[in-house]
C-alpha cells in the first residue's frame, strides 16, 4: 500500500483536524510527522468540540492507531494535559497511540530560549507560539538534543543537565530571567515518569509493516506549507518542513510509497503571528471573516489575520506538494458577502505582473490583483450534495479548479464532521 499524506497549503488552520477525523474510518493508521504542541486541530462531532495539539486527529476514532513519528517534537508536559482532557472518552491509549523513540522532547528550557529569541527580536518578532518549537528543532539539528528514547536511559537526568547548562549559558546571555524553570522543572519530570507508560516504539518498522499489510495510513501534517522552513515566508516560519517531503522524513517512509496528496485550504486566507501575507485585509471585510470563521487561534487565541485567497500562493503549494486531491474549507463563512474576491497575480512596483509566490521580508514589494466575482449571498444550512450549491459557488470552485488546475474533491461548510460535501 501507499501512504497517503493531508496538509495545509496556506498558513496553518485550514481545518486540517475537521477533514482528518472525517476520513479516519478509511485508514487503519494516522501519523503525524513534524511539528508539535504549536499546532491546535480542532474537531466537531456529536455536539462536542476538542482540540488536538501532538495526538494524531485519529484518536477519536476506535480500531485505529495513532501515530507520533520521528520528525515531530514532543513536550511530555503537554501530552500529560492532552491525555488527561480526553479522559472522558475512554479512549485506550494502550492500544492506539504509539510514539516515536526518535521524535524530539521539548525541555522546559526550550520553552524559556523560544522566549528570548523572540524578545531579542523586538518588531521583527515571528510571533512564535512559544511552544519551544525552534529551540528544540535547533538542538536536533545541531546533534545535542534529547530524544523520547532517551527518558528511558539510567543516565536521563544527567543527559538532561548537560544540555539545561548550556541552555543556561544562552539565557544568561540574553539577560533572561529563568527563575520559574524550578517549577516548570518538577511539573517536567513528572510528565516524563507519565510519558514512560506510553507505547515508545520504533515507528518507521509500525508504519512499514502497516503498509506492506496491506494497511491504510494517513499522514496528518500541522502548520502548512506557507510555514515551511525552506519554502515558507522566511524568516517567518516555523522551524520543520510541513510539506510532502516532511512526511517521508517524518515518518520514515519512501518517497516512492507516497499515494495520495489532499491540499487543505481556506476559501479565503488567514494567517496568525507576524511576517508578510500580501492579500491581507484591514477593512470591514477582514473583520467579518475573522467574526464569521471564528478566526482566533486553536492554539494561543490570538485574532488570526484575515484576507482573500491568494492563488500564487496556492499554485506554489500544489507544486511542491505534489497535491493530488484539494479540499476547500469554510466556504460557509463567505455566506454573505456580495463580492467575493481572488488574487490571481501580484503586481510589482515596477508595474510587472506575475503569477509566481514571490515575497520579500516585508510583503512591501509585492501588490495583489484581484478578480472579482459574485457572492452566493445565502447560507447553505440545506446543502446535502455538491448540486444544491447555489450558481454562485459553484462557478467559485470552478474557477479555482481551472486555476489550479487540481480536481476539489470536498467542499467543508460547517466546523461540524456533518458539514461536509463530497463532489
Ligand atoms: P487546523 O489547525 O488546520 O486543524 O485548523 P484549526 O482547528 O486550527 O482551525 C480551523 C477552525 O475552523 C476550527 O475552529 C474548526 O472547527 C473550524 N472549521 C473547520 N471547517 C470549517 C468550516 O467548513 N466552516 C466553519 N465555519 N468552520 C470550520
Ligand atoms: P496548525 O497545525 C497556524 C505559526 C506561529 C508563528 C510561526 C512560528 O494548527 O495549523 P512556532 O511556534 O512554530 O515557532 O511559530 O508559525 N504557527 C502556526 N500558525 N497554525 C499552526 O498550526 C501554527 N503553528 C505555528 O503563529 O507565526
Ligand atoms: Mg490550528
Not at 528570548?116 to 536536533?140: F, M, R, V
Not at 509566490?357 to 447553505?380: A, H, I, R, T
Request: proline residues 4%.
Amino acid at each position: 500500500m501507499k501512504m497517503d499524506v493531508l496538509l495545509g497549503l496556506q498558513w496553518g488552520d485550514e481545518g486540517k483536524g475537521k477533514v482528518v477525523d472525517y476520513l479516519a474510518p478509511k485508514y487503519d493508521v494516522v501519523a503525524r510527522f513534524q511539528g508539535g504542541p504549536n499546532a491546535g486541530h480542532t474537531l466537531e462531532f456529536d455536539g462536542i468540540k476538542h482540540v488536538l495539539h501532538q495526538i494524531p486527529s485519529g484518536i477519536f476514532r476506535s480500531n485505529l492507531r495513532n501515530i507520533i513519528g520521528n520528525g515531530v517534537v514532543l513536550d511530555p508536559v503537554v501530552m500529560n494535559k492532552e491525555i488527561e482532557g480526553l479522559k472522558k472518552f475512554n479512549i485506550d491509549f494502550k492500544e492506539n497511540l504509539f510514539v516515536s523513540k526518535k521524535a524530539a522532547i521539548i525541555l522546559p528550557t526550550h520553552k524559556l530560549l523560544d522566549a528570548a529569541y523572540e524578545k531579542s527580536k523586538g518588531d521583527k518578532k515571528i510571533g512564535s507560539t512559544l511552544k519551544g518549537i525552534g529551540p528544540t528543532y535547533q538542538d536536533k539539528i545541531g546533534r545535542v538534543g534529547l530524544r523520547v528514547g532517551d527518558i528511558l536511559a539510567d543516565d536521563f537526568k544527567d543527559r538532561y543537565n548537560v544540555l539545561v547548562e548550556r541552555h543556561l549559558s544562552i539565557l544568561e546571555y540574553y539577560k533572561f530571567d529563568a527563575s520559574e524553570l524550578p517549577a516548570l522543572e518538577s511539573t517536567f519530570f513528572e510528565a516524563v515518569e507519565f510519558f514512560k507508560n506510553l507505547n515508545l516504539v520504533e515507528s518507521e518498522y509500525e508504519i512499514n509493516e502497516a503498509l506492506e499489510d496491506g494497511k491504510k495510513v494517513l499522514a496528518e501534517g500541522a502548520q502548512g506549507s506557507l510555514l515551511d522552513i525552506d519554502f515558507g515566508s522566511y524568516p517567518y516560519v516555523t522551524s520543520s518542513n510541513t510539506m510532502t517531503a516532511g512526511a517521508c522524513n517524518g515518518l520514515g517512509v519512501a518517497p516512492s510509497r507516497i499515494g495520495e496528496v489532499f491540499g487543505i485550504f481556506k476559501a479565503y486566507c488567514t494567517r496568525v503571528g507576524g511576517g508578510p501575507f500580501p492579500t491581507e485585509l484591514f477593512d470591514a471585510d477582514g473583520e467579518k471573516m475573522r467574526k464569521e470563521g471564528n478566526e482566533f487561534g486553536s492554539t494561543t487565541g490570538r485574532p488570526r489575520r484575515c484576507g482573500w485567497i491568494d492563488l500564487p500562493a496556492l499554485k506554489y503549494s500544489i507544486m511542491i506538494n505534489g497535491v493530488s486531491q484539494l479540499f476547500m474549507m469554510k466556504v460557509d463563512v463567505l455566506n454573505f458577502f456580495e463580492e467575493v474576491k481572488v488574487c490571481t497575480h501580484y503586481q510589482l512596483m515596477d508595474g510587472t505582473k506575475i503569477d509566481r509566490f514571490s515575497l520579500d521580508k516585508d510583503g512591501q514589494e509585492v501588490e495583489p490583483v484581484y478578480k472579482s466575482m459574485k457572492g452566493w449571498n445565502c447560507d447553505l444550512l440545506s446543502v446535502e450534495k455538491y448540486e444544491d450549491f447555489p450558481v454562485a459557488l459553484k462557478e467559485y470552485v470552478t474557477f479555482l479548479e481551472n486555476e489550479l488546475k487540481t480536481p476539489i474533491k470536498m467542499v467543508s461548510v460547517g466546523p461540524d464532521r456533518k458539514q461536509t460535501i463530497l463532489k
